[in-house]
């Protein structure tokens, strides 16, 4: 269950030729600087900009595919596209702004009432979008991409008109809508907060070409990408609540085969959580130490190998990718370090994790933090929610 | 519809429609008139026709008085209809494009809704303007009383006779009414579509 995209299109200042596949359903983040040609993929995903040449196929379906002739105008393709700025109908009410896309499809997959209690604006219904603050007018917009019923959902960095207080308050909306979409989302942001919390496949763009695609726990940890560089670069991993120890304040998380330790988190046994784990917060060491739990303030130890070294001269530091039992972590340390230990790929190291560096992702899946304002009454259980998954499509 | 060409569409001879439509704005009204009389006289190519097939005359008849109005006012129309299209915004006919709607689709829904400030006053101003046609009236439809005199023309025709100056003063001050009733009725309803916009 693939979504492939296929482009090839010249512009005056850059030539877009990219090729990926993503998972189907699941959350794609195209990242990458701006003009490197992410939303040319949105728009031509969309229909509104022709390229010179460009197949798009959900699990063979084919949307789109100019070699064979097939180019169908945006109004004809079941595609949901959410605009950087929302875009509503300023002389429709919410609802008809809703209802729009809806009125125009046969498919009745996704239901009205459903997609108004996800996104907390059953209070909005009457008013008229310049009554509405940026943050809700948002959420209307995505509602109504996603009342279009469509086979493929587009969001043309969402967020990014919003100041980050309003970002806070839609994420755990996109963070919850994710887990009820049974589609494919491909996502433009330039933000690494909503990469890492809504991704599950990263597309890496750069100057038109596809830098690196994959899983976003893959990426994030690799060290030899653009993404390593940053200042916040840092692994995403994807663990689950094992257990709570009151007494000592701490939660147990399990991370495939290993467990995390972190600082008590007010989540449920079971729930599946993302947390990010900083570059630069992770220590390596080559020696075991039966005693390093009781001499340090450390919790996590784990043993893994080095399985990447590359260089990071912005930082004056040398980003160490250590292939560990749950997944892979990324570790930004002193070019030094790197000498003085010996380092090198297959090297057997222990990375030294301190439970507070470690960072549950907001919104966790299925259990978002509420928003301080609005939406209040709206309190679901996610068992209402699964409903939204989308049944089986007609082909 | 001719605004909307003339906003949205790029063809070779988009700036010779242009100019044909604004061509009554920038020429003497009795060059109009006349034209009008060259073409839809009973001789002319186009009055003949109606006149042979439909047995309908325009010259000096009240459909001949509208219809040079209506040629007078037309660019005034278009202007103001063109001037609200193009500063109507593309965007929002993308969105409805994404969300499944064709092009008479987005034109009733969309781009007309929201144009139709603009048109609305366009619409009021020309009827105004309407109201005070005199020379390509006079010159095509003639001054006939009760047929197609037009306010300004019964005006000048008061002046024209001895002691008509009273019965000129009544009427320019039904004139000056009418056009601060329209003026203020542009302003009104423009004020009120946009509010009803949600500007």
């Keep these: 269950m693939t979504l492939s995209v296929e482009l090839h299109h010249h512009f005056s200042t850059v030539t877009i030729d990219m090729a990926f596949s993503v998972p189907n359903p699941g959350v794609t983040v195209l990242f990458g600087p701006s003009g490197s040609g992410k939303s040319t993929v949105i728009v031509a995903a969309a229909g509104l900009l022709r390229p010179d040449q460009c197949r798009i196929a959900i699990d063979g379906e084919i949307l789109a595919d100019t070699d064979a002739g097939i180019w169908l105008p945006p109004e004809r393709r079941r595609v949901g596209l959410v605009f950087q700025d929302s875009r509503l109908f300023p002389h429709m009410s919410v609802t008809n702004n809703l209802m729009f896309g809806m009125r125009r499809t046969a498919e009745r997959i996704i239901d009205f009432d459903e997609v108004v209690a996800l996104l907390g604006i059953s209070d909005l219904l009457a008013r008229r979008p310049n009554t509405l603050s940026g943050g809700e007018r948002q959420r209307v917009a995505i509602g109504r991409a996603l009342l ?248 | 519809m001719t605004a909307w060409v003339l906003a949205r569409s790029r063809f070779p001879g988009r700036s010779v429609l242009n100019a044909v439509v604004h061509l009554p704005l920038v020429l003497p009204p009795v060059v109009t008139g006349w034209l009008l009389l060259v073409l839809f006289g009973v001789r002319g190519p186009l009055g003949a026709l109606l006149h042979d097939w439909f047995g309908i005359r325009l010259v000096f008849t009240a459909a001949g008085a509208t219809l040079a109005c209506a040629v007078m006012v037309f660019p005034v129309m278009v202007r103001s209809v063109r001037l609200s299209l193009e500063s109507a915004d593309l965007g929002l006919e993308q969105a409805a494009r994404t969300l499944g709607a064709g092009r008479l689709d987005r034109l009733v829904n969309i781009t007309l809704p929201l144009a139709s400030p603009g048109i609305m006053v366009g619409a009021i101003v020309a009827f105004a303007t309407c109201l005070g046609e005199f020379g390509a009236v006079i010159t095509f439809a003639a001054n006939i009383p009760g047929e197609t005199q037009t306010l300004p023309l019964a005006i000048y025709a008061a002046l024209q006779v001895p002691g008509g100056e009273a019965k000129a003063a009544q009427l320019s001050l039904i004139s000056l009414t009418l056009a601060l009733i329209g003026l203020m009725a542009s302003e009104w309803a423009g004020r009120r579509l946009n509010t009803a916009l949600g500007r």
């Design chain 1, 148 to 395: 279009r019923q469509p086979q493929l959902l587009l969001m043309d960095e969402p967020l990014a008109s919003l100041d980050s207080s309003r970002k806070a308050e839609i994420l755990p909306y996109l963070a919850r809508l994710k887990t009820m979409l049974q589609l494919p989302v491909l996502y433009v942001t330039h933000s690494l907060d909503e990469l890492s919390q809504l991704a599950d496949s990263i597309v890496l763009i750069d100057s038109g070409s596809v830098v690196a695609a994959g899983p976003i726990a893959e990426i994030a940890a690799r060290a030899d990408l653009p993404l390593a560089q940053r200042d916040d670069a840092g692994a995403v991993l994807s663990c689950r609540v094992a257990s709570q120890y009151a007494a000592r304040q701490l939660t147990r998380l399990t991370w495939g085969p290993a467990e995390l330790w972190i600082p008590q988190a007010d989540l449920p046994e079971g729930l599946d959580v993302r947390v990010r784990v900083p570059a630069r917060e992770i220590i390596l060491a080559r020696t075991e130490v039966d005693s390093v739990r009781d001499a340090f303030s450390l919790h996590n130890v784990l043993p893994g190998t080095v399985r990447a070294i590359a260089d990071d001269p912005d930082h004056r530091a040398v980003l160490v990718e250590v292939a560990l039992a749950g997944g892979s972590v990324l570790s930004r340390v002193t070019p030094d370090a790197v000498t003085r230990l010996a380092l090198g790929p297959g090297t057997p190291v222990l990375a030294l994790i301190k439970s507070m560096s470690i960072e549950v992702l907001g919104g966790a899946q299925g259990s978002p933090r509420r928003p301080g304002s609005g939406g209040a009454n709206d309190v679901r259980r996610a068992d209402d929610l699964r409903r939204l998954r989308a049944g089986p499509r007609p082909s």
